[in-house]
């Protein structure tokens, strides 16, 4: 089937599951092709077909819904596998941006393709490539790590383990645990790392903060409006070179700094470990401006 929007012409695959981002805010951000794959499929499954209705509705589209969320999608996968086999084309949309990017819709993509049934990405906005795109930080390489646990002991030892990363770090977080996710952050990955609160991006009250996660926990508990809405935060990979070097190397530079100007500590601890005066003095001033 072809569609005509704004003088395109797409073509709608019968049989194939379009996966559509949607907008994370500013309802002007969806794609064109997006409208014109929603209003031409003969389905589209929704994480809360309340929600998508209003986008829906916006756009004048009045393609029939489905919902399908975390709790009934495995036991709705049979059903929408058979209607794409019998060749009718599907559109899967979660509440706001990529579907299956902290959404739903693992099960049934993979089970497309279990069964052979072709599913096509329609791409747009998702969050964590949003907040990547504007925060300033290394985009070279990323970890997507989505929500952190929400228990407290949980998300330390996640947090644990993320300690040595050295790729720019992405998470989600809700306005229910921002404030204790950002005291762990800071207590596990040290208040002196570079980071960005990211908050609710192309709405109203976008605000992109850079900081350190020691300063960005401190402000989200005092100002309460920092900490309301849906957020991302973005920590900075932790320092290859640091990894490196020798603990006894960095505990002596430690001493020395305890005592003497950063330049003297740096000269006297390359003198005593055999370290390059250079990278200890680097890194010396890392440690005190961070
Ligand atoms: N699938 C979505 C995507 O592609 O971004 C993410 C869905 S996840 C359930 C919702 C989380 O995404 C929020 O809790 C927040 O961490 C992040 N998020 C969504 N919209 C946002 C926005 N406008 N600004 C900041 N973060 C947002």
Sequence with gaps: MAVSCLG????IDKGVLYVVATPIGNRNDISLRAIEVLQSVD??????????????Q???????????????????????????????????????????ISDPGFQLVRACHRHGVRVSPVPGPSAAVAALSAAG?????????GFPARTASARQAQFEGLKAESATIIFYESSHRIASSLADMSRVLGPGRPAVL??????????IIHATLGQLSERVKQEPDQGKGEFVVLVAGAKK??????????????????????????????RITGEKKNRLYQLALEWRDP
């Design 8 to 11: 395109g012409v797409v073509s």
């Design 43 to 56: 389905l589209i499954a929704a994480e809360d077909t309340r929600h998508s209705r209003l986008l829906l």
């Design 58 to 100: 916006h756009l004048g589209i009045s393609t029939p819904l489905q919902a399908v969320h975390e709790h009934n999608e495995h036991k709705l996968v049979g059903r929408l596998i058979a209607r794409l086999q019998a060749g009718e084309a599907l559109a899967l949309i979660s509440d706001a941006g990529t579907p299956l």
């Design 137 to 145: 930080l290394p985009t070279d390489r990323f970890r997507f790590e």
């Design 198 to 207: 990211a908050r609710e991006l192309t709405k109203l009250h976008e605000t």
């Design 241 to 270: 070179d640091r990894e490196r070097l020798n603990p006894e190397t960095e505990r002596t530079l430690r001493l020395l700094m305890a005592e003497l100007p950063v330049k003297q500590a740096a000269a006297l601890a390359a």
